[in-house]
């Protein structure tokens, strides 16, 4: 859906066309409450996607839902770590779009005979990677390199810590989820001070309606109305 179709569906789902007597929301409110659902939206599908909590064909459809909004190489380059205690750094600020979720990851790795190999990133618990230098089955190798996460090294936001044991680290792939676009009508200036151009919805098509519908309910919890809610509900249950 284009911008203006978003600003009347939401209307529409909510029963306010503008000759309706029900209280209405205004551009500004409607992009807001807009933005606010396509990302809990995002949040809600890749929680349901990283956790598997379901069948192989719904977890098909998050990946779907997802996918306008995947980064990974070559749209994301390779990128030079920086080494500090054996420890290589990514500051996940340093991606070339904003950084949302972090899907998954692989390095190169540079052994001892010089010779390169591509690699899978392991998560590990903050309190397990130490121990995994000493678990032969957790250590580093050439079937995976651990890593988690931490607050960068500048004191500001979020970094990828890789211990890579004897090995060299020349290269690593991040695979994320950036953050959407923003929504926006357009001629108006934002509370930020900044005159957005008109935009819409970047991730999939037949996402559209589900993030009116829960951009719905979020007016409706500001608006104090269970009924409408649970109406809502039962229609995205419905379209699942």
Known sequence: MQIAELHYAFKLAKDRIDTLANQDFNVVEIDWLLNEAQLVFIKNRFSEWNNKRRGFESNTKRVADLSAL????PLQPPIVPTLDS?????????LLYPYLF?????????DANNCTTNVPLKFLQHDDYLY??????????LEFIPYNFGLSSTGSGTSLYIYPGDYT???????YIKYPSRV?????????????PQSTLELSEHTHQEIVDLACQIAALNTENPEYI???????????
């Open 70 to 73: 995947v980064v990974k190489n």
């Open 86 to 94: 054996n420890t290589y750094e990514v500051r996940l600020s340093d």
């Open 102 to 110: 972090f899907v998954s990851g692989t390095v190169d790795i540079v």
């Open 132 to 141: 995994s230098f000493r678990d032969p089955f957790n250590s580093p190798s």
């Open 169 to 175: 680290i020349p290269y690593v792939y991040v695979e």
């Open 184 to 196: 926006c009508y357009g001629n108006y200036t934002y509370i930020d001070g900044v005159n957005y």
């Open 230 to 240: 649970q109406l809502k509900n039962q229609k995205i249950m419905i379209q699942e």
